[in-house]
């Protein structure tokens, strides 16, 4: 198993690239703006091919550069629907986060596949499980290995932190019910990829995480 991991945009996104080995067909999870040049780069260090965009939720930080490695590379993006309000305002995102629009194209994929919680999505070679847990966004969406215990999170559960709930369509309620239903029951041992931020473990979060004591 392979998982490449890049920082990537001005607010340090994690962008993955998950391969069974090199030389081969490989995922990539979520495409920040101008990330197709470091994108490919990683891509051609390891000889791997991209089949498949897995976007996590519809942030302007984890999105914005779909549009570019669609049409550069033909792969399918894949997003929740829930999460379409999101994608086609990335401006109006970007005015509440940064309160300017910085230069650049963050035009969302003309079409998508769309994600349902439950899915398991064979791509690449490898069985990714849909774990729906609005809250971050309504229609944010986690991809769980479970063969290889490897869980990634986007920016619902981050280490020692939870994502944002103060942007539109987000509710800490619903967050913190999907965490409880979704990722607590997970195994203390899988590992944690986060959309920001170091990677940890269930475990961990659970005994440490000061917003999921107790819950």
Partial sequence: MLILQLELWLVATNTYVVAPEAGGPAV???APPECFEPLTDLLATHDLTPTAL???HGHVDHLGGAADLVARTGVAAYLHPEDDFLARRPEDQLRVLMGTVPPGDYRPPET???LSDGQVLDLAGLRLGVVATPGHTPGHCCFYLAEEGVFFSGDHL???SIGRTDLPGADQQTLMTSMRDKILPLDDGVTVMPGHGP???VGRERRS???LIGL
Avoid: C
């Fill in 209 to 211: 995480n000061p917003f």
């Fill in 199 to 201: 990677s940890t473990t």
């Fill in 112 to 114: 998508y596949r769309e």
């Fill in 28 to 30: 990539i999870i979520d």
């Fill in 54 to 56: 897995l976007v996590t």
């Fill in 158 to 160: 981050l280490a020692g």
